[in-house]
Every structure is written in structure tokens, then in C-alpha cells.
């Protein structure tokens, strides 16, 4: 199973971007997402995740900014970034944890690079 990660790009501060997370195959079904990301020098942290639930939960330095979200018909994760930052400038990973048939398997996104200017 690999995981899609698209949607980012260079936007000015205060603009939007939508990063989406798709899986490779439509059997693989996904119990919780998350989205995380990685500055240059610092380490990859947790910026929003959902479980199977619905149940989300944000780091607080994106709350009331991003939104998580997951199209379980289209086995893809979504992440709506507003009122952007530069501080959110990074490399955005997504990563999923489920099921494909009886087998478990929690898969990584190659990263998608998102950069704010000022």
C-alpha cells in the first residue's frame, strides 16, 4: 500500500492550501490518519489526526486554522489549511494506520513541501 500526498505549494501568508492524502488501493481501509510535518532543522511533529471515529485533534499552534478531514469513499485524507504562516512552512507528511484484508500496516506519504511567504 502506498499513500498519495498532494496539494502543496508556495502561497503568501494569510492564503490557503489543501493537501490531500489518497491510498494506492481502494481495499486498504484506513482506522486513524494524521497529518505531520517537518521544518528544515527541526523535527517532524503532529499537526492534526483523526481516528476512525471522527474524533480529531490539533496541535495548538494550527488550531482554528487547519481542518482534517477523510472521505471514507474515496479512502483519502484531507487537510484545509488557512490563514497560513510562515512558520508553517515545511515538508507535510500524512500517515495512516489500518488494514488491508487481515493484515495491519501504518504507511508513510512521501511528503509534500509547503512554503509561506511573508
Known amino acids: 500500500v502506498q499513500l498519495q500526498a498532494s496539494g502543496g505549494g508556495l502561497v503568501q501568508a494569510g492564503g490557503s492550501l489543501r493537501l490531500s492524502c489518497a491510498t494506492s488501493?481502494?481495499?486498504?481501509?484506513?482506522?486513524?490518519a494524521g497529518w505531520y510535518r517537518q521544518a528544515p532543522g527541526g523535527q517532524r511533529e503532529l499537526v492534526a489526526s483523526v481516528t476512525r471515529g471522527g474524533r480529531t485533534n490539533y496541535a495548538d499552534s494550527v488550531k482554528g486554522r487547519f481542518t482534517i478531514s477523510r472521505d471514507k469513499s474515496k479512502n483519502t485524507v484531507y487537510l484545509q489549511m488557512n490563514s497560513l504562516k510562515p512558520e508553517d512552512t515545511a515538508v507535510y507528511y500524512c500517515?495512516?494506520?489500518?488494514?488491508?484484508?487481515?493484515?495491519?500496516?501504518?504507511?508513510w506519504g512521501q511528503g509534500t513541501q509547503v512554503t509561506v511567504s511573508s
Open positions: 500517515n495512516v494506520d489500518g488494514r488491508i484484508g487481515v493484515s495491519r500496516a501504518d504507511v
Open positions: 488501493t481502494r481495499f486498504f481501509m484506513i482506522n486513524d
